[in-house]
């Protein structure tokens, strides 16, 4: 039986239990504290025995029935036309299961052709046993959980601790993904650090790892020109154009604009932060690139790049505008209008009361806001690729092409690598500085924040 209808029949299942459960709890409802619970939870209650064991018995089929799949295969007849090499008979195997998946494809192996008719009764056998199975499961539960169903038994307290439960494992999921991806990140950059040295990869200025072999290895993979990459288009050129820019239209916003003119540019400011990076991306290599390239050459540049790190860092700016402005707007907004009030009650002009009185005020919004930009910026990848370039050059010419730790990261981790090479592995310590970084921005932002923060009633 294919997954979605199993998965249909499941539902259908579920509510038949959860109807017929809620009839029953209604019956049993002879007055006014008569039932512990509502229907509704022992209609749940029902639903979830249902469900629930069903899923888990699904879930462990799924894991069991693939070895189960391949002995059926291995033990029918037409398996005996597999060569003996273990090679070369995984090979046919492989291409076989493929086939039986995509039956329009093209077989290459004729070994493989001959056992496409094996594997696709086999696979759909197993496919019905686990389904009925899954259906037993179902009906065992529902029929345990409707013999449940009394007057007095506690189907809320249940059904709640239940929710709890699944809410606790959704959160210690998250944790264990962050957890997964440090201990991921860790332990490729430790196999990395003991082929390079730190301080050659920390403080090393010459970065080219396609030269990455023989006993002088430490000396290619020198990282601190793809550090000032990052930092000089995510963290200088574009907060250049994002902390002016966002927080001028923050103030505009909410101390100047009318509400049909808040209305409408605000959401419109917002929609910048859901356009796709690779239409900034386009953007910045088809329009931004070739006018800074002319700007280049108006000021004497002899043959000046498309790619530069100017190029990028613009539209990386006008990127995050909103982040900045989001937050300034919201920190403003957040200010008493009593202050303001008192502020001009005592002659000051609306420019000096918002210098004076609103910024110092909404100072730890506006800084988270910048700290949030700051890593988003410097953790993006595609207006890089289009339009700053591949070079990891130090230099402090913006018309200059450049590149970033995230570029490199996408560069050393694409096509076909040796995996334990330092090449490859230099991508996780990468990622592990550019992970570092990130987290002392979120905690500088924090500490500002509580620091800073200002409780009005």
Known sequence: MPANILLICLAAFGLIGWLAARAKAARLNTGKGALHSLPAYHAWHLALWIVLPALAGWAIWAIISPGLVLSAVLASPDAAVLPTGEMERNAV??????????????????LAAKLVTAVTAITAKFRWIGAVIVMLIAFCG???????IRARFPARTRVEFLVMALLL??????????????????????????????????????????????????????AVPLFWGTIFIGAIIAM????????????????????????????????????????????????????????????????PSTESALAAGLVMGVMIIPFVSSMADDSIAAVPQAMRDGSLAMGATPSETIKRVLIPAALPGIVAGVMLAISRAIGETMIVVMAAGASANLSA?????????????????????????????????????????????????LRVVKRFREAYD
């Not at 090479?421 to 500088?444: E, P, Q």
Request: with cysteine.
């Open 93 to 110: 195997l492989s291409e076989a299961f493929s086939l039986a998946r995509d039956p329009g494809a093209i077989a290459f192996n004729p």
């Open 142 to 148: 529902g029929a345990f959980g409707y013999t449940k």
């Open 169 to 222: 494992a959704a959160s210690c999921l998250a944790i264990l993904t962050t957890v997964g991806i440090i201990a991921s990140l860790l332990f490729e950059s430790w196999l990395f650090f003991t082929k390079v040295s730190p301080l050659d990869f920390l403080f090393g200025l010459h970065w080219n790892p396609q030269d990455g072999a023989g006993p002088e290895v430490s000396k290619s993979f020198g």
């Open 240 to 303: 250049i154009v994002a902390i002016p820019l966002g927080l001028m239209s923050a103030i505009y916003l909410t101390q100047y604009a009318s509400a049909k003119v808040r209305k409408w540019v605000k959401p419109l400011l917002e929609i910048l932060a859901g356009v796709p990076t690779v239409v900034y991306g386009y953007f910045a290599a088809l329009t931004v690139a070739p006018l800074v390239r002319d700007l280049a050459r108006l000021l004497g540049m002899q043959n």
């Open 397 to 445: 010419n913006p018309f200059a092409s450049m590149t970033t730790v995230t570029y490199q990261i996408v560069q050393l981790l694409t096509g076909d690598q040796e995996f334990n090479s330092a090449k490859t592995l230099s991508a996780f310590a990468l990622g592990l500085v550019l992970f570092v970084v990130t987290l002392c921005l979120n905690i500088i932002a």
